[in-house]
């Protein structure tokens, strides 16, 4: 009898442990490199011109005037009211001293709404190269304290009782316009140097000092 014919079991080959290693497809590094450079001609495409820059500078400067022109305008108003006092007009005195009271306290963001608003202001973009953040934080510190202390002194003077007294009160006064016309100097660079670069000649907010 010839012997029965073995037959082996089938070949299972062994199982791989851990996770299957996905390639990433070409196409899809393809489609990140047209992104990409779509984004770069997109950028490049919209950065703006300096006509463009120069009619953003010259909205920035009107809504940097609406925030402060109150104040501004009031400083100017206690000046030419403490001056007429001065120059000997003591009949105007408890006008003055009012005025005074009155454009002081406007002075301060917790009375001033457009001074409050502007505290939050944000500058354009396409104006990002020129330090205008920093303009406009001087701008608030030229308002208050600067400008408010500047008023509180002169009342101080227009009140004091004794030479002594208005004196020192005058020497305080002329240490705080001082420390005002500064910060008006400081904010003048930066809006000038701006409208040089931008090649703008919009008028700039009226700061008295």
């Not at 303009?135 to 202390?149: H, Q």
């Not at 006064?173 to 000649?201: C, F, H, P």
Request: hydrophobic letters at 45%; one cysteine or more.
């Amino acid at each position: 009898m010839d012997s029965p014919t073995k037959t082996e079991p089938p070949f299972v080959p062994l199982r791989h442990t851990g996770w299957a290693t996905h390639r990433t497809p070409l196409w899809v590094f393809a489609a990140v490199i047209v992104l990409i450079g779509g984004v770069v001609v997109v950028s490049l495409s919209h950065k703006p011109s300096t006509a463009q820059r120069a009619g953003d500078l010259s909205g920035y400067l009107k809504d940097v005037n609406a925030g402060i022109e109150s104040c501004a305008g009031g400083t100017r108003d206690s000046m030419t009211a403490f001056n007429k006092v001065q120059a000997g007009d003591k009949a105007d005195l408890s006008a003055a001293l009012g005025i005074l009271a009155y454009n002081a306290q406007n002075c301060s963001p917790a009375n001033n709404e457009p001074l409050s608003d502007f505290a939050a202001y944000q500058v354009t973009e396409s104006l990002a190269q020129f330090p205008l953040d920093k303009a406009d934080n001087d701008v608030i510190t030229w308002a208050f304290p600067d400008a408010l202390n500047v008023q509180q002194d002169m009342t101080a003077v227009l009140k004091a009782g004794t030479p002594a007294q208005r004196a020192t009160a005058q020497e305080t006064l002329t240490a705080a316009l001082a420390a005002m016309d500064a910060q008006r100097t400081a904010i003048y660079g930066i809006w000038r140097n701006a409208e040089k670069s931008v090649g703008s000649s919009a008028a700039l907010p009226f700061l008295p000092a």
